[in-house]
């Protein structure tokens, strides 16, 4: 895997003639040093319909300098990003493409703009010699990629341009206060904060590159993460008017369409922002994506009135696939977690045999066949036809004719037909006979929890108060469940290190041990789900939904 940095900084452009400020004595600052100056030379890629760009991502082959080699910058946050570095190549590194891949789909990367820039690098440095924050003004000169192969013009006559930039960058534990300082007395000496986010954004505009000529789009979450400007939330509002699916020009507040559409987008967001994450093995990331997955196929399935169940219908089906590739490796780190937590509370006496030893190789084993399962997914033809079919889904909603009606009215009643499949479902566990029959119940009314909570939650923004307050209900009831659901995973588990234990000579009581303990807790959830259940399931609770 690359290299990482975690990249903090204010971006900041000046004019020619505009002097830098002495920045000696502010915050911690006791001295500026001089770090010389640099050569860079940089060529970055991108799709021609600038994927990359609009996400706000780069990459970029750079040569000069302490840092020479391939850049990849992903978002974090405002200012934020994280830089991953891989060696010198003539092409774009397969660990750093990987990356991007969820963007550039199928698309080809090819070199967009070049661009030369001058370097000089200062570093403020508190009273022990530490540095603090890098300070860099930049001469940048860039130009179209193609044809500019001769940096010192603009290359088969295409325009080139030129601006001066000073980047503030935290090396230190300097914090934000130092970069909000430092901003305060550049700004009071003439500089501006950057008219664009990043070298690329201002290269692509002043070049004429951007779309329209302008600055590439950096969508919103109406409209992310479809390819193009405002494509995707143009061409919504355009069908919510034009097909049956269409609401009265003119009507006060959002339509159905438009509320479940904000939210299909999020999570579409969600699982593409989160792919590099997950490559790179980030806490939570898997997790993350899975519940993203689970939370559009969610939605296609509650709101069958606003998107047409026969266009969503198959998407569903590939989202159920990639959700369960996902949860092969977060069903490992939950179950690996809870026996953990089991073994933590067994007291010493008890604990026979190397137990703790045979948890982490039967995880491990485990683990590492997940991961290499995982990559092979994301790297494979399904998940890129899915998320094919995901930006064509976003681009062309199949919006039914209840998409234009109010949102309040449809998001009611989606919520309460979810919550009486919801009510039959766990009226019949808790009437099952007790065993593996109540077990499997239990869990198909967990997942039917899941699914309300997810409506609610969904519809929050056309229903308000009412929604949050009954999918926080609804949630507490799919938590009991999922806890319940979690120790019948747990015995099995417990069964299978037993035995193994046994074929090794340890002997499995202490595994034994925990398996009644898991037993006992699977019991104590059904006898709470009774009142659980009666709390959630108040008639005021779904009378106040009603719009």
């Not at 939330?233 to 438009?258: D, I, L, N, Q, R």
């Not at 507490?476 to 015995?491: E, I, M, P, T």
Request: hydrophobic share 40%; glycine share 10%.
């Amino acid at each position: 895997m690359a290299d990482t940095v975690r990249e903090i900084e204010r971006k900041y452009e000046a004019d020619d003639n505009t002097q830098l400020p002495d920045l000696a004595g502010i915050d911690r600052v006791t001295a500026v040093v001089e770090a010389g100056t640099e050569d860079l030379d940089a060529v970055y890629y991108d799709t021609s319909d600038q994927r990359l760009a609009a996400a706000g991502v780069t990459l970029r082959r750079r040569t000069g300098g302490r840092d020479a080699g391939w850049h990849l910058k992903l978002p974090v946050a405002p200012g934020v990003r994280d830089e991953l570095r891989a060696p010198l190549s003539e092409t774009p590194p397969p660990e750093l493409t990987a990356l991007v891949r969820s963007r550039v789909l199928d698309g080809e990367l090819v070199a967009v703009v070049r661009l030369r820039t001058r370097r000089t690098v200062r570093v403020l440095e508190d009273a022990a010699g530490s540095p603090l924050a890098e300070v860099a003004e930049d001469a940048v000169r860039a130009w179209p990629a193609a044809g500019a192969v001769d940096a010192g013009t603009a290359g088969a006559g295409r325009p080139g341009a030129r601006w001066r930039e000073i980047e503030v960058e935290l090396v230190g534990d300097g914090g934000a206060g130092l970069l909000d300082e430092v901003g305060r007395v550049l700004t009071a000496a003439g500089v501006r904060p950057a008219s664009a986010a990043s070298k690329l954004e201002r290269a692509l505009a002043e070049t004429g590159q951007g779309r329209d000529g302008a600055a590439p789009h950096t969508a919103g979450p109406d409209e992310w993460p479809v390819h193009g400007s405002g494509k995707a939330a143009a061409g919504a509002k355009a069908k919510g008017k034009s097909k049956k699916g269409a609401g009265k020009a003119g009507k006060k507040g959002p339509t159905a369409g438009e509320v479940v559409l904000r939210y299909a987008r999020e999570q579409v967001r969600l699982i593409i922002e989160l792919d590099p994450a997950v490559r790179r093995d980030l806490p939570d990331a898997v997790h993350r994506m899975r519940v993203a997955t689970r939370r559009l196929r969610s939605a296609f399935r509650s709101f069958t009135k606003v998107l047409d169940r026969a266009a969503t219908g198959p998407i569903g089906v590939e989202l159920k696939w990639l959700a369960a590739e996902l949860g092969v490796e977060r069903d490992r780190e939950v179950l690996t977690e809870r026996l953990r937590e089991g073994l933590a509370e067994v007291p010493g006496t008890l604990r026979l045999g190397p137990v703790d030893a045979r948890l982490r190789i039967w995880s491990e084993r485990r683990r590492a066949g997940a991961r290499d399962r995982l990559l092979d997914v994301l790297d494979g033809p399904r998940y890129l036809a899915l998320l094919k079919t995901l930006h064509a889904f976003l681009e062309e909603p199949p919006l039914r004719r209840a998409a234009g009606r109010p949102a309040p009215e449809v998001a009611a009643g989606a919520v309460l037909k979810d919550y009486r499949r919801l009510a039959r479902r766990t009226e019949a566990a808790m009437a099952a006979p007790a065993g593996q029959e109540r077990d499997e119940a239990l869990h198909g009314a967990r997942k039917a929890a899941k699914r309300t909570r997810y409506a609610a939650e969904a519809a929050r923004p056309a229903l308000g108060r009412p929604a949050k307050k009954f999918a926080k209900r609804t949630k507490r009831v799919q938590q009991l469940l999922g806890d319940h659901q979690d120790s019948v995973v747990a015995r099995g588990a417990l069964r299978e290190l037993a035995t193994q234990a046994q074929r090794a000579g340890e002997g499995g009581f202490t595994f034994g041990l925990l398996y009644g303990r898991e037993e006992t807790l699977a019991a104590d959830r059904e006898r709470a789900l009774p009142d659980v259940w009666r709390k959630a399931s108040r008639r005021e609770h779904r009378t106040a939904l009603r719009p």
